[in-house]
């Protein structure tokens, strides 16, 4: 069974950068897709992106495009804004390519527990 942490959120101001982590446990990524959603107190699981099991392949939502770099096992954040505050998840998926499917959490097939980051103004 695979379990997934997060690591790396934390307080920032706006225009900072973060660089999330994403780790496995009780298995291997290899050949995982792996995504990073996010939520917001009050709010649905709001994909971020994704990559590919092979690496090849990246998917981001609007809202992160430009400014966001998922990498296998990272998210880097870069000019984040006070609307990027929220709790994030990393999910994984044993089957490596990417669909247009990516953006529903139960797409993924095992989540961590998630990290938070908080964007101060």
């Known amino acids: 069974q695979v379990q997934l942490e997060e690591s790396g959120g934390g307080m920032v101001q706006a225009g900072e950068s973060l660089k999330l982590s994403c780790v496995a446990s009780?298995?291997?990524?290899?050949?995982?897709?792996m995504g990073w959603f996010r939520q917001a107190p009050g709010k649905e699981r709001e994909f971020v992106a994704a990559?590919?099991g092979s690496g090849a392949a990246t998917q981001y939502s609007e809202s992160v495009k430009g400014r966001f770099t998922i990498s296998r096992g990272y998210l880097q954040m870069n000019s984040l804004k006070s609307e990027d505050t929220a709790g994030y998840f990393c999910?994984?998926?044993?089957?490596?390519?990417?669909?247009?499917?990516?953006?529903?959490?139960?797409?993924?097939?095992?989540w961590g527990q998630g990290t938070q980051v908080t964007v101060a103004s």
């Open positions: 999910g994984a998926r044993s089957r490596g390519p990417l669909s247009t499917r990516v953006v529903l959490p139960e797409y993924w097939d095992y």
């Open positions: 009780g298995g291997t990524l290899s050949g995982y897709a």
């Open positions: 990559i590919s």
